[in-house]
């Protein structure tokens, strides 16, 4: 069977798109048309506010720098009456005032301007996973095992196990790096930040995240770290 990213959860959905320079839009745009079924593009704040009263969206790409209201403001007034649409802002703006804003406003992903294709693509993915955690649709780990966002639980054999929130923070942090080798650095800096565990504490934990979803499916890379083997069926 034909592997399925997730990313392409997106290809049936429609996107959001506000970035007043006129090249970068266009550019942008280009490559969000990889991803989603439709993408509509627009140069200001207001004009997001617009088009979310008369069409329905899934992702918002917004960029905060714009004419009138900005990126941040539209923002806080569509999180008013949705509080579960995946949000990626894409800013020149590093200023620790604009991250924080972004926090209290559940951004999905925050992005400074240069950004790489690979971050845009980790940032949609991302938004995909929320997508299936709100849709409540299960993720299939493989032929045994089964992950329920909405529940931080997985499936084995009729059998269903709670996850604790770190675990479920993890595994899915795995499965948004699939097939990639993430370092103990990697991990630590997403699950703790400033308080980073020992390495010993990481390994206890990706031991007990093991005994519920298998071992096969995560690996050890010797001397960096770990891979997490999962073809999306």
Known sequence: ??????????SDKKALYAEDEAGIRQNITE??????????????????????QINHYDVLILDI?????????AVKAIRETNTTIPIIILS?????????RAVELKITRYLAKPHT??????A????????????????VLNEEYLYRPCRKSVSHLEKETSLSLTESRLLEYFIRHRNCT?????????????EPPSKEAIKSLIK???KKVGKELIQNVYGIGYLFALEMP
């Open 1 to 10: 069977m034909e592997e399925k990213k997730i990313v392409s959860i997106l």
């Open 31 to 52: 490559t969000l048309e990889l991803f989603f079924m439709e993408v509509m593009a627009v140069d200001n704040g207001q004009a997001v506010l617009d088009e979310m």
């Open 65 to 73: 720098s714009m004419p009138g209201l900005d990126g941040l403001e």
């Open 92 to 100: 020149a703006h590093t200023d620790q005032a604009y991250l924080w």
């Open 117 to 122: 294709r690979e971050m845009l693509m980790d």
């Open 124 to 139: 949609l993915e991302q938004a995909a996973l929320e997508l299936l955690q709100h849709n409540r649709q299960p993720i």
């Open 182 to 194: 993430v370092s103990f650095e990697d991990i630590s800096d997403y699950l703790w930040g400033y």
């Open 208 to 210: 007990d995240l093991r």
